[in-house]
């Protein structure tokens, strides 16, 4: 069993940055893959980026493309979320997600943290 701990998000004006966090208690993978998703408020879970063991293969969403970067630091089972630009549609609740290695650009992850919430006020 893996647990997901998000830390980070909050409050704020439209164009800010924020950074979040998210620490794994355990690898049990050995490669894994990592993802942060979102879901707003009446709206599906998307997927936001996902990121290889490696750091080679990073994908974004097109909304988020060139505003959000997303890194980990393998070492400390940590991934992270740099979002720069931020906009009132970027409002949501951000979940970390580690999967096996393999395509990381999937929906299909096997644990999940509880979440961030990320408000962006206009």
């Known amino acids: 069993q893996v647990q997901l701990v998000e830390s980070g998000g909050g409050s704020v004006q439209a164009g800010g940055t924020l950074r979040l966090s998210c620490v794994a208690s355990?690898?049990?993978?050995?490669?894994?893959?990592m993802a942060w998703f979102r879901q707003a408020p009446g709206k599906e879970r998307e997927r936001v980026a996902s990121?290889?063991?490696?750091?080679?293969?990073?994908v974004y969403d097109a909304s988020v493309k060139g505003r959000f970067t997303i890194s980990r630091n393998n070492a400390e089972r940590t991934l992270y979320l740099r979002m720069n630009s931020l906009k009132p549609e970027d409002t949501a609740i951000y979940s970390c997600?580690?999967?096996?290695?393999?395509?990381?650009?999937?929906?299909?992850?096997?644990?999940w943290g509880q979440g961030t919430q990320v408000t962006v006020a206009s």
């Open positions: 990121i290889d063991f490696g750091g080679g293969v990073v």
């Open positions: 997600a580690v999967r096996g290695p393999g395509n990381c650009a999937t929906d299909f992850y096997n644990f």
């Open positions: 355990a690898n049990p993978y050995g490669r894994p893959c």
